[in-house]
Nanobody
Framework: QVQLVESGGGLVQAGDSLRLSCASS????????MGWFRQAPGKEREVVGA????????YYRDSVKGRFIISRDNAKNTVTLQMNSLKPEDTAVYYC????????????????????WGQGTQVTVSS
């Protein structure tokens, strides 16, 4: 069983930065593919970025490319999402998710693919 806990959300102004962290309690964190998702009110959950266990494949959705950075520290069982140049349209609840890829070095883009989810952290960007 993997438990994920996000932290770092908050209320910021457009152009500011936030750093979200996701801590895992599982001993097998280093073998999991991880994803960051967000869900705004009235909208479907969407992938923000994803990273494979070996940290050599990273995905970003187009709207965050060049602004957001995903990283992971397998020794500390954490994955982070550095968000720079935030925009009001980035306002959402952000979730981290984990998926056991059973040895495959891939990442996953669909929320349906993930086995474990954090509780979410609110990010609000004012204009």
């Amino acid at each position: 069983q993997v438990q994920l806990v996000e932290s770092g959300g908050g209320l910021v102004q457009a152009g500011d930065s936030l750093r979200l962290s996701c801590a895992s309690s599982g001993r097998t964190f280093s073998s999991y593919a991880m994803g960051w998702f967000r869900q705004a009110p009235g909208k479907e959950r969407e992938v923000v970025g994803a990273i494979n266990w070996s940290v050599d494949r990273i995905y970003y959705r187009d709207s965050v490319k060049g602004r957001f950075i995903i990283s992971r520290d397998n020794a500390k069982n954490t994955v982070t999402l550095q968000m720079n140049s935030l925009k009001p349209e980035d306002t959402a609840v952000y979730y981290c998710a984990a998926k056991d890829p059973h040895g495959s070095a891939i990442y996953y883009l669909s929320s349906r693919s993930y086995d474990y989810w954090g509780q979410g952290t609110q990010v609000t960007v004012s204009s």
